[in-house]
């Protein structure tokens, strides 16, 4: 992209972050200004379009779940591109305009039911549909005709929503073994749900240098793991969601714990053996492998959350690498699962 474009295309992601009511020291508007510079080319001219999917994008990493004012603000800026950029002429702008008129009806009633999981990808299901009908095809390059825009849309609600509730039941069964057989760390940090936002002072306080766990700070830690300087690590920091905040609080919480267990990852039966003296519990050889594989791994998967490079899965939303590496150290208490528990009826 050139010098030009690229100045362009921040000036459109600001506009559009005001007209989301998204401030630029927010997570989004941090990581959506960080990811319209690491753009060196693009051949499409629509960079209204460029622009509010790095921001769609942004939010989907960032685990922001856009209120039902926020989406239709998200919908409305989109649509406004379509008129200025669709390209055939066998379709005029009132089907069109019906096609958007079905999504904000849709949205407004119902979306305040959807699953958090379905609203946090919802974006991306409204970027598909609109570069369907600009240029025929969604953003993976999909092939999808004008007339199939609808059924497309109801696809890919239909598609999260059996996948997540299919993920879900799984994870439960995960997670319900891991608390059967692990005694979490009561000193770690509950994760609260994706709902919920850190306060900007919270957050200033989470990665605070005067807030200490025995003298070993959180950026201490996070030093001591990536190599990277301290500047950098408040710069990554500042774009994280709340959770995945959380977790690498919760890993530099119990960073000496983590120190040994890394040392102790060469030999199976030494590892599983503080292991279950730390927890409390018996450890399946499954579960301690898996646990092995995970403490081997810190540094990938500290870097990678701070880098965003947890891609969600492109079909589902979820990156199922990133939730492995979180449920073996979850199995030996170096974090805690971001589910709340159920109340009992």
């Given at each position: 992209?050139?010098?030009?474009?690229?100045?362009?295309?921040?000036?459109?992601?600001?506009?559009?972050?005001?007209?989301?009511?998204?401030k630029?020291?927010?997570?989004?508007?941090?990581?959506?200004?960080?990811?319209?510079?690491?753009?060196?080319?693009?051949?499409?001219?629509?960079?209204?379009?460029?622009?509010?999917?790095?921001?769609?994008?942004?939010?989907?990493?960032?685990?922001?779940?856009?209120?039902?004012?926020?989406?239709?603000?998200?919908?409305?800026?989109?649509?406004?591109?379509?008129?200025?950029y669709?390209?055939?002429?066998?379709?005029?702008?009132?089907?069109?305009?019906?096609?958007?008129?079905?999504?904000?009806?849709?949205?407004?009633?119902?979306?305040?039911t959807?699953?958090?999981?379905?609203?946090?990808?919802?974006?991306?299901?409204i970027?598909?549909v609109?570069?369907?009908?600009?240029?025929?095809?969604?953003?993976?390059?999909?092939?999808?005709?004008?007339?199939?825009?609808?059924?497309?849309?109801?696809?890919?609600?239909?598609?999260?929503?059996?996948?997540y509730?299919k993920?879900?039941?799984?994870?439960?069964?995960?997670?319900?073994?891991?608390?059967?057989?692990?005694?979490?760390?009561?000193?770690?940090?509950k994760?609260?749900?994706?709902?919920?936002?850190?306060k900007?002072?919270?957050?200033?306080?989470?990665?605070?240098?005067?807030?200490?766990?025995?003298?070993?700070t959180i950026l201490?830690?996070l030093?001591?793991?990536?190599?990277?300087?301290?500047k950098?690590?408040?710069?990554?920091?500042?774009?994280?969601?709340?959770?995945?905040?959380?977790?690498?609080?919760?890993?530099?919480?119990?960073?000496?714990?983590l120190?040994?267990?890394?040392?102790?990852?060469?030999?199976?039966?030494?590892?599983k053996?503080?292991a279950?003296?730390?927890?409390?519990?018996?450890?399946?050889?499954?579960?301690?492998?898996?646990?092995i594989?995970?403490?081997?791994?810190?540094?990938?998967?500290?870097?990678?959350?701070?880098?965003?490079?947890?891609?969600?899965?492109?079909?589902?939303?979820?990156?199922?690498?990133?939730?492995?590496?979180?449920y073996?150290?979850l199995?030996?208490?170096?974090?805690?699962?971001?589910?709340?528990?159920?109340?009992?009826?």
């Amino acid at each position: 992209m050139q010098k030009g474009s690229s100045l362009t295309l921040r000036k459109l992601i600001y506009k559009y972050l005001d007209v989301l009511h998204i401030k630029l020291d927010h997570k989004i508007g941090v990581l959506s200004i960080q990811s319209s510079d690491r753009i060196t080319s693009q051949t499409t001219d629509n960079l209204e379009f460029v622009a509010m999917k790095i921001i769609g994008d942004a939010s989907v990493k960032t685990r922001h779940i856009f209120t039902i004012s926020e989406i239709n603000d998200f919908l409305t800026i989109l649509a406004s591109s379509i008129n200025a950029y669709n390209s055939y002429k066998d379709y005029d702008d009132a089907y069109i305009g019906n096609i958007i008129f079905v999504i904000y009806k849709d949205l407004t009633e119902n979306y305040s039911t959807f699953d958090d999981s379905l609203k946090l990808v919802y974006p991306r299901i409204i970027l598909d549909v609109v570069s369907i009908l600009i240029n025929k095809v969604d953003t993976k390059g999909r092939k999808i005709g004008v007339y199939g825009a609808l059924n497309y849309y109801e696809e890919k609600k239909h598609e999260y929503n059996s996948y997540y509730k299919k993920y879900e039941h799984h994870d439960q069964e995960s997670l319900g073994r891991a608390r059967s057989n692990t005694k979490i760390n009561s000193k770690a940090v509950k994760i609260d749900s994706l709902d919920h936002q850190l306060k900007d002072k919270d957050r200033k306080i989470l990665f605070s240098d005067n807030n200490n766990n025995n003298n070993n700070t959180i950026l201490d830690s996070l030093t001591e793991i990536t190599s990277r300087d301290r500047k950098d690590l408040s710069s990554s920091l500042s774009s994280l969601s709340d959770i995945d905040l959380k977790r690498l609080k919760d890993l530099c919480n119990n960073y000496d714990r983590l120190r040994k267990y890394c040392k102790l990852a060469i030999n199976e039966k030494e590892f599983k053996k503080e292991a279950e003296k730390d927890t409390g519990k018996k450890l399946g050889d499954n579960q301690i492998y898996h646990a092995i594989s995970s403490v081997k791994k810190v540094k990938i998967y500290v870097e990678n959350v701070l880098d965003h490079k947890f891609e969600p899965d492109e079909s589902h939303g979820i990156n199922h690498i990133k939730h492995n590496l979180e449920y073996g150290y979850l199995l030996i208490g170096l974090i805690e699962s971001s589910r709340k528990p159920r109340k009992p009826f």
